[in-house]
Structure formats: structure tokens, C-alpha cells
């Protein structure tokens, strides 16, 4: 089994930036890829960036592109999402997650993964 658990979200002006923390309980951490993920009131839970178990293999959604930042450290068994440039339109519940085994490539669909954190709320006001 594996726990998560994210912080850091809270209230910012849009443009400023916001950097999201997600804390994974066992030993088996560094074997997996993780997700992060985001759902606005009203809207699916959608794919926002992903990281291989290495850190070497990252992959982002459009909408996200070029302002986002997924990393990790396995040390601490975290892996962060670096928010910048943020716009109204980003406000959302953001949930990491992890697929049900180590060793696997993670992808974009939320049938995906297994695991999942209880969510920290982002709120970008203009």
C-alpha cells in the first residue's frame, strides 16, 4: 500500500507562483512514477504532469506547458510540482497519485494509477 499526502496549495494572484508538495509513506518509492492531478468544481479530474521513477522522463499536459515543474527527491520520498505564471483558469483540488505497482511507465489517464493523495486546494485570483 502507499500514502499520500499533499501541501502547499493556497491563495496566489495569478501570475505569481506556487510549488506543491507530495509525501509518500514506504520504502518502494523510487520505483515509481507519479502523477499529478487537478479537478476545478464542475469539471473531470484532468491530467496536469507525470514523472518517471528515475526523474529522468517527465511529461506535461498543454494547458501547463512551459509553467509547470514536476521533480522528485527520492531522499525524501516527495515529489513536487513547481507552479508558475499561474492564471485564474488553474484553479483547482491538485491530487498526486501512483500507479498500483513500482517498475511501470506512467501515463496521462487517471484509470492509471492506484494511490491516491486527498488533495490540496489552489485558488489563483486576478
Known amino acids: 500500500q502507499v500514502q499520500l499526502v499533499e501541501s502547499g496549495g493556497g491563495l496566489v494572484q495569478a501570475g505569481g507562483s506556487l510549488r506543491l508538495s507530495c509525501a509518500a509513506s514506504g520504502r518502494t518509492f523510487s520505483r515509481y512514477g507519479m502523477g499529478w492531478f487537478r479537478q476545478a468544481p464542475g469539471n473531470e479530474r484532468e491530467f496536469v504532469a507525470s514523472?518517471?521513477?528515475?526523474?529522468?522522463?517527465?511529461t506535461y499536459a498543454d494547458s501547463v506547458k512551459g509553467r509547470f515543474t514536476i521533480s522528485r527527491d527520492s531522499a525524501k520520498n516527495t515529489v513536487y510540482l513547481q507552479m508558475s505564471t499561474l492564471k485564474p483558469e488553474d484553479t483547482a483540488v491538485y491530487y498526486c497519485a501512483a500507479p498500483s505497482r513500482p517498475g511501470i511507465r506512467v501515463g496521462t489517464k487517471e484509470g492509471e494509477y492506484e494511490y491516491w493523495g486527498q488533495g490540496t486546494q489552489v485558488t489563483v485570483f486576478s
Open positions: 514523472i518517471s521513477s528515475s526523474g529522468a522522463s517527465t
